[in-house]
């Protein structure tokens, strides 16, 4: 029996041996040059050790961003503190019939089951009108609907962009009322796109042309996507190897002055613009789709809820379309229809309205999937006012995701799904999860799967800077290294505000060199203290605590271990204008910042301590929250002196470092 146990440790000794090598060699990965990549443009999964983070930067359970400069507290999604505050796995529900008609590419279409089941003999005909912008106007707020009125039965070859359909029955009653947004090639896009592409290929030419998707869900936070949205953000990660930015804080107050920088590379009075400029429109302004349409790219521009759209709440908007497909005058059309909508205002001809939009940027991705574009969408009435809401689009936005890759049309895409702040206001932003969740919204950057092994530095470099200090400057720059993609030319890091995602974000970055101003910067500043501190004795002895408990199903074999000394202890917490932060008032004239009662805090403590009778020295974050005056000691827990022949009385790896033999 005992040279059975022999062979069988020799064995287990074997195979850790082996492992170790592989992770070694995968670990190289990175290193090579993917210039001699023979790689085939193929929508392979994305090699796994290269999203290993484990062998990246030194990760800890207790923070996001863990780099020397910069320490981002991670915080449990459904913390005690706000848990009465969270209600997950709200489902809208659209009440009323299911839609009578549908889009089918450019043919409009008539559901003849919903017909028979609904309507039965009680529609006599059916019309449709187009709806455009009014050209007479400089104005991104007046819409008209065209003159012809066209009649069709069961379907109908439709050659306009915006659509308002009419059903009557034989005493001409309108019994059914719907819109419908289509994607149409336009003959004079196509001829500036292909004018444009052959001015790009005499300049720079870049080694590959992306697409460019861009999903923008309005005022949801990493950690309400994580509880709202929890298959949106499995099918992110888990079937598109999506990069998640766990560091990505925001730099300004809303919308607005935060999609600045993520589009143009500024803040908003560095375009310039202030408040006197409101009645001015933002056509003289460059951003990211100006200059991808300028390379040959098709470009989109979709948003709900017109009245609160980010260049138009209480501002001019566009005097020009921004984009060659712009929704806003289907939007306005909708919004000023009111017999279309229930369900809250979230659903229209029965069918929630942040799936019109996404259907339409899922037509726009469907007909150009083999061209060049950019698209950019940004929804906002479902998830805006309220943090529980969030969940009743985690249904359309997995539908619209697994859509597009069913279909192949992420094989040549860079997907980012992003959003812009979390929470603003409301009971969850007087405790500290809300004052970091309102400063810290998610963002995801997925490369098709070929892009990744291609291109394995490019991939280190994404998955290095997942866990660093990331802002909207930076998304800019990747949108700009994206654009003028040279594969040589990712090693160095400019200095500047805003550095790609594609390339080297420093460890020893700070809020400063983001451009983050201190009340929304949530980097927690470190500084000694002294040993004798009575918090830092409670966190020392809830370490040992720890440590003796994890051992106490072997207390005949393992001795309780005893503080004997601490030997060093930082303190990690939050700036106090983060903690006493209500309210920033303006944009940019007269802008400030209105504090208020300081909420209570959490402070990491972050000790070595040295414990009797083994003489252990071991390493432990432990924070400690003001409000219910608890510890909580982070399971990574290192033991940085040698125990030798300690604990050979115990088989349990996981346990030798702190065991101590009897």
Known sequence: MPEMLRKYQSYIF???????????LNSLIPMFDSTHSTTKRSDYPVIRGIFNTKKHLKKSSAYLVNTPRCKIPNVNPFDKSIKHLIQTGQVLTCAGKPPLTFADRNILKVNLTVRKLYYGNRIKKCSYQGIERDRTETSDKKVVYKDTITAFKDEIEVFDEFIKVQCYDQNGGIVYKNFHPFILRKANVEEKCKVNSRKMAMGNKPDE??????????????????????????????????????????????????????????????????????????????????????????????????????????????????????????????????????????????????????????????????????????????????????????????????????????????????????????????????????RLPFMFLAFPGWFYEKYPRITYNMQENAHKLTTPFDIFETLKDILHFNKRSKEKSPN???????????????????????????????????????????????VVATINNATKQHRTLCSELRLDQVKTALKTELDEKVLRFDKSVNDVLSRH???????????????????????????????????????????????????????????????KKYCYCI
């Not at 869900?217 to 499995?234: G, Y």
């Not at 909708?334 to 229209?348: A, F, I, K, L, Y």
């Not at 700070?510 to 830092?536: E, F």
């Open 496 to 542: 500047g505000r805003g550095i790609s995602i594609l390339r080297t974000i420093p460890s020893d970055r700070t809020c400063a060199d983001a451009g983050i101003l201190p009340h929304w910067c949530t980097c927690q500043k470190q500084q000694p203290i002294t040993a004798t501190d009575r918090i830092v004795r409670e966190a020392a002895d809830a």
């Open 209 to 438: 042309k992306l697409n460019v998707l861009i999903i923008g869900v309005d005022s949801v936070s990493r950690l309400n996507f994580m509880r709202q949205m929890p298959k949106t953000r499995e099918y992110l990660l888990n079937t598109l190897r999506a990069v998640e930015l766990t560091g990505y804080n925001k730099v300004a107050d809303n919308t607005f002055v935060n999609l600045a920088p993520m589009f143009a590379g500024k803040f908003v009075e560095e375009l310039p613009w202030d408040e006197r400029n409101s009645f001015q429109p933002f056509d003289k302004y460059k951003f990211a789709w100006n200059y991808f349409s300028d390379a040959g790219y098709r470009t989109l521009f979709a948003e709900d809820a017109p009245d609160i759209a980010i260049f138009n709440f209480e501002k001019e908007g566009f005097h020009r379309p921004p984009a060659d497909y712009y929704l806003r005058p289907f939007s306005l059309a909708m919004e000023r229809t009111p017999s279309v909508w229930d369900g809250g205002h979230h659903c229209v001809g029965g069918k929630p309205e942040t799936s019109v939009v996404l259907d339409w940027v899922k037509d726009f991705a469907t007909e150009f999937h083999d061209d060049s574009y950019f698209a950019f969408s940004f929804i906002t009435r479902l998830t805006h006012d309220d943090i529980n809401r969030v969940g009743m689009a985690d249904g359309p936005h997995v539908e619209f995701l697994s859509g597009l890759h069913q279909k192949g049309l992420l094989k040549n895409t860079v997907l980012i799904y992003m959003s812009d702040h979390g929470i603003r206001f409301g009971p969850i932003r007087d405790m500290y999860v809300g004052k970091l969740e309102e």
């Open 14 to 24: 074997a195979m850790l041996i082996i492992s170790s090598v592989l992770t070694f």
């Open 593 to 655: 910042v209105i504090y208020g009662a300081r909420v209570d805090g959490v402070t990491d403590y972050m000790l070595t301590i040295k414990t009797s009778p083994n003489s252990g020295l071991f390493e432990a974050t432990v924070r400690y929250s003001e409000r219910e005056e608890t510890f909580q000691v982070f399971r990574d827990i290192s033991r940085i002196n040698m125990y030798g022949e300690q604990s050979a009385c115990i088989d349990n790896h996981s346990l």
